[in-house]
């Protein structure tokens, strides 16, 4: 092995003993990189053992700030304690209300813990003000007249209601074929009044979450009152609203455990609160009536597959930002689009755009949209097509002389 000296001397000048020092200085060097390694890792572990061995601390709720400093809290295992309040500890956020940890005696603060809700909560779809708008919602301009008033309004003035002596409807039923914009209605009215919106999915609360449903619904009705004004949207809520329901096996009973703390939910609370509950479901004929009664879900919204001036509207957002070649007649892939729901042509656009891209083209082409509604409208099971029997493409195409 040769070592080079560094101080100008060439390889192969020194002696073998020189050599034999060198190698073993090198050999020193690196062993006491190795030894460095080692002590990082054995303060690593000491670091995970002393954690381990560490007994639990006690969560507490602070309540008061005492006079002599001290704080009155309650600890989650039931008394209410009189405890000192570590130096460290940032006493801004001592607030009455906060989560506080307690040492293992209790007899002292140690520690604020950060407000923590539900992990189940954490779940769902919690979003401050979503950056929906109406503007953003092609062809459903009835329905968006219908959720102002019924929803934004109430929320926005609701002492026009109290004048007028008239309650607002409490819940609004959204029904029709999935991917015709009820979550981005939802999303949009959120938006308009400056909204949390928390959206749960009811089949999830039904299969995911078995035996927790109802304590899950409590929760968010909760976390909605807390984050008010709010808008919470319960997603295929036949899932757990269905008349078919035989209250026979532990799973069924559990489902309408759920359903009964929704109701229950609904019913505790005002009209004119500052909370919101859309639903939406596919199968509006299997729901039970108990959730349509007045007081509950008592404003029905239809969302309907989009006609033809509709899916004009859902291509013309959906192609708001896309270079488009000046072959591309947007009235005319509406035309080919008859049944496409506005997700369809959300996908539509987007396969459009990528196809032009993977030719390495800078516009999108008619050519590109034609094969991309091919595509997509190829063997789709269209289940819902139903929905736009009184909708007919022909009587629309005639009322805008297309
Ligand atoms: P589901 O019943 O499956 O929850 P949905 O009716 O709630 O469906 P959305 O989630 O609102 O459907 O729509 C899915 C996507 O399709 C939206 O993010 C949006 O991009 C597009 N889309 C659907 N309908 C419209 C519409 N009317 N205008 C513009 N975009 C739409």
New binding site residues.
Partial sequence: MSINGGEGKAEGIYSGSELKIREQESEIVFLREILEKYKEELEYYKAQVEKLMAPPLIEATLLEILPDGRALVKSSSGPMLVVQILETIDRNLLKPGASVALNQRGSAIVEVLPRFEDPYVKAFEVIERPNISYS?????DEQIIELRETVELPLKNPHIFRIMGIEPPKGVLLYGP???????LAKAVAHEVNATFIRIVASELAQKFIGEGARIVKEIFSLARRKAPSIILI?EIDAIASKRLDVGTSGEREIHRTLTQLLAEIDGFDPLDNVKVLA?T?RIDVLDPAILRPGRFDRIIE?PL?NLRGRYE?FK?HTRKMPLSNDVDLIELSKLTEGA???DI?TICIEAALKAIRIGRELVYKEDFVEAIKKVMRNRYRPYAFYNMNNRDSTEANRYHL
Avoid: S, V
């Fill in positions: 953003d919602i092609g062809g459903l999935p991917g015709c914009g009820k979550t981005l997603d939406t596919n969302i989009p859902i957002i729901t506005g997700a959300k």
